[in-house]
């Protein structure tokens, strides 16, 4: 089958994060999301060990998901005096100015037959086709990978065993208004070529 390469190159190009202070606060529809999760699971990645796993949110789902994150906050920098007010603050209220949020794991294979990096690789592919399809339906979304993302005392909440990773949350919104431009510096200063 061919693609209108005109269109696909926009897709590519037009995707933005959008963050929730750029959501209406309208509810998206949950066959949109559940189209993002389906086009995610076609993400590329080696022995077929599919090691994207995913949480979704919403509705009074994400008032769970907000006490949860500001306790664990709470619980694992209270113990090395990092805790921060404001930042406790941000964790019990945002998770409400979303639609849903989708908590992105990574499972390791449990024979361990491939370098982490790879599945690693392979869940980042995943949120890239969520990303995609959530643009195409003209959807806001963005990836968090702030809080308690890295806090090994998160992941038993989201699924996670402790050989597995949480990435972060992709927080999915109507966007209030068009997406602006992006910026990249051009692809040249990254590629080399050797004929
Ligand atoms: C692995 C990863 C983690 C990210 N974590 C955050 C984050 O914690 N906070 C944030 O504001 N944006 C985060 N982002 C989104 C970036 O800010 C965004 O992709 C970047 O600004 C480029 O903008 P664009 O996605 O609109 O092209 C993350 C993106 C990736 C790929």
Known sequence: MNFNIEEVN???R????????DYTGEQVSDDI???MLENANWAPNHKMTEPWRFVVFTG????????????????????TSTFKEDRYQTL???PMHSSHIISVGMKRDELKRLPEIEELGAVYCAVEN????ATAYGIGCYLA?????YFDEAKEFFGLGSDDKLLGFLNVGVPKGTTPDGRRRPIDEKVKWVH
């Open 145 to 149: 990978s702030g809080g308690v993302t």
């Open 14 to 21: 037009m995707r933005r994060s959008v963050f929730p202070k």
């Open 60 to 79: 009074d789902g994400l008032k769970k998901l907000a006490e949860f994150q500001a306790a664990c906050y709470k619980e694992v920098t209270s113990k």
């Open 130 to 133: 969520m990303y995609l399809t």
């Open 92 to 94: 019990l209220t945002k």
């Open 33 to 35: 999301i559940r189209q």
């Open 10 to 12: 926009q897709l590519i």
